[in-house]
């Protein structure tokens, strides 16, 4: 587990420093750049799953501490693990309402 200092800086993506859903304004890439120079351990969350994230922030961020779906997944030296899940027996049970009203839904992981 990482420890985090008051040298840590904490963005959020969607609204905050993505304004489109897809890409991050080159003015914002600068400022984030110089927060990594200037020596700031940087933190992205969203509620976003964490393969959605990397396109958005795109290269150099590979090794960056993510978190996303919400607080449920983490990302930390390029190692995603699932900080909340649903028990098996849960999981079944989600699964079997599902078919049974042929609701939709969408499962994520590391």
């Not at 993506?13 to 020596?39: H, L, P, Q």
């Not at 693990?81 to 309402?97: G, K, N």
Request: hydrophobic fraction near 45%.
């Amino acid at each position: 587990m990482r420890t985090l200092d008051a040298s840590t800086l904490v963005f959020d993506i969607d609204g905050t420093i993505c304004f489109d859903g897809r890409t991050i304004a080159d003015g914002i890439r600068s400022a984030i750049a110089r927060c990594i120079e200037a020596g700031y351990h940087l933190v992205f969350a969203s509620a976003r799953p964490i393969r959605d994230l990397l396109p958005v922030l795109g290269p150099g961020f590979e090794t960056a501490t993510l978190i996303g779906g919400n607080g449920s997944l983490i990302s930390t030296d390029g190692l995603v693990r699932a900080r909340a899940s649903f028990d098996p027996s849960t999981f079944a049970a989600l699964l079997e309402l599902s078919t049974r009203f042929q609701a939709g839904y969408l499962a994520d992981g590391p």
